[in-house]
């Protein structure tokens, strides 16, 4: 039995299974001998990177060759430039896969040798390829670009996995004054966020010299600018907002 998972959604394809026995004669010694064609099942895991610089429309996991290709993997929302998804394929260990998407352009790309392996794959725009291939094996980095518009001091920033009581390390740098600014990289996933429904959200968390704790939780993995604003400046409960300041 095969089963692909994504974002809580599962498919199952069938695999058929050989056996053979023998058996001796009730008059001789018990010795019954039984080979299989069975091989054994193992998980593929792959962290989906989406680096085509727009957003990925449609997205399949499926064995090569096979006329099926399973359900959009990324659904009706699809998955934003710059974004992350993480997939599961159950199959034997010579399975060969096929990995394809469709960006909202309408660009094509595919992939019809994955091995049921864990890797991180980057989905590569059209201009960026340096041959047929449409896909990296590698993870592509998530930078936020921190801008300090509180109006004062910021002591502390935090980015973490929603839920951890782990904030790890005081990421405050250049942001540290107000009107200054930083980039946090994220070079992967955390292994932290990967989950079989996905990858799940990070918060970030700071904290200015006069006491104001502002934090956001569902952060995403993606590449994008971020804002900390001061308490007073709030239109709702958000302390921070995904723009970056006037010049």
Request: glycine share 8%; proline share 2%; net charge negative.
């Amino acid at each position: 039995m095969k089963k692909i998972l994504s974002l809580g959604c599962a498919a199952l394809m069938s695999i058929s299974l050989a056996a053979c026995s023998t058996k001796t004669s009730s008059t001789s010694a018990t010795s019954t001998k039984t080979s299989s064609t069975e091989t054994a099942n193992t998980t593929g895991k792959y962290t989906i990177y989406n680096a085509t610089g727009e957003s990925v429309t449609e997205l399949y996991l499926y064995e090569t060759g096979k006329s099926d290709k399973g359900d959009n993997l990324v659904g009706d929302k699809g998955l934003s430039n710059a974004h992350a998804t993480y997939l599961t394929y159950e199959g034997s260990s010579d399975t060969k896969l096929t990995l394809a998407f469709t960006t909202k352009s309408g660009y094509t790309g595919e992939f019809t040798t994955l091995s049921i392996e864990t890797a991180p794959i980057s989905l590569i725009a059209e201009d960026a390829k340096t041959g047929a291939t449409a896909i990296n094996f590698a993870a592509t980095p998530a930078e936020y670009t921190i801008y300090n518009v509180t109006g004062e001091e910021v002591s502390s920033l935090y980015i973490y996995a929603t839920g951890s009581s782990d904030k790890g390390d005081n990421l405050i740098a250049g942001a540290k004054k107000n009107g200054g600014s930083q980039v946090v990289t994220l070079d992967s996933v955390p292994e932290e966020l990967i989950t079989n429904n996905g990858v799940g959200a990070l918060t970030i968390e700071f904290t200015t010299a006069s006491g104001y704790t502002g934090s956001f939780d569902k952060l995403s993995y993606e590449t994008a600018p971020i804002s900390l604003i001061a308490e007073d400046a709030k239109t709702g409960a958000t302390a921070i907002s995904f723009t970056a300041p006037a010049n």
